[in-house]
C-alpha cells in the first residue's frame, strides 16, 4: 500500500491501480475506457496542486500536464478502438513521473 503526501495524487492512484493491475484483457479495456472521466477529474487535480517546495516548478507543470495529457489520449485511444493496454502503460510511467517528483526526485528516470 502506498502512503501520498499529495493527497490528489493518491486518489488518482486509488482510482488508476485496480484498472492498471488487472489482467490485460476486454473487461480491463472497457474498465479503463469507463473511467476516463474519474481519471481525468483526479489528473486535473493533481495538475493544480502547487509544487513541493523540493521540485522544480517548471518539472512539476510539465509531468502534471502530461498526466492530464496522456489521460485524455486514453479517451482518444477508446473512441478509436486503439490499444488501450499500451495507453495504460504510457499513463503508469507518467503517474509515476509524477510520483518521483513529489517524492523528491527532481531527475527523470529515478527509480
Known amino acids: 500500500m502506498?502512503?501520498?503526501?499529495?493527497?490528489?495524487?493518491?486518489?488518482?492512484h486509488d482510482v488508476f491501480?485496480?484498472?492498471?493491475?488487472?489482467?490485460?484483457?476486454?473487461?480491463?479495456?472497457?474498465?479503463?475506457c469507463e473511467s476516463i472521466a474519474s481519471l481525468r477529474d483526479h489528473a486535473t487535480q493533481v495538475q493544480a496542486v502547487a509544487a513541493p517546495?523540493?521540485?522544480?516548478?517548471?518539472?512539476?507543470?510539465?509531468?502534471?500536464?502530461d498526466l492530464v495529457a496522456q489521460v485524455d489520449a486514453?479517451?482518444?485511444?477508446?473512441?478509436?478502438?486503439?490499444?488501450v493496454d499500451h495507453q495504460l502503460d504510457v499513463i503508469h510511467q507518467a503517474f509515476h513521473r509524477v510520483l518521483e517528483l513529489s517524492?523528491?526526485?527532481?531527475?527523470?528516470?529515478?527509480?
Open 2 to 12: 502506498h502512503v501520498f503526501a499529495i493527497v490528489p495524487l493518491g486518489n488518482f
Open 17 to 32: 491501480a485496480p484498472i492498471f493491475h488487472a489482467a490485460p484483457d476486454p473487461a480491463r479495456a472497457t474498465n479503463a
Open 53 to 65: 517546495e523540493h521540485v522544480d516548478p517548471d518539472h512539476w507543470s510539465h509531468a502534471t500536464a
Open 74 to 83: 486514453l479517451g482518444t485511444t477508446c473512441s478509436s478502438h486503439g490499444d
Open 103 to 111: 517524492e523528491g526526485h527532481d531527475e527523470p528516470g529515478h527509480h
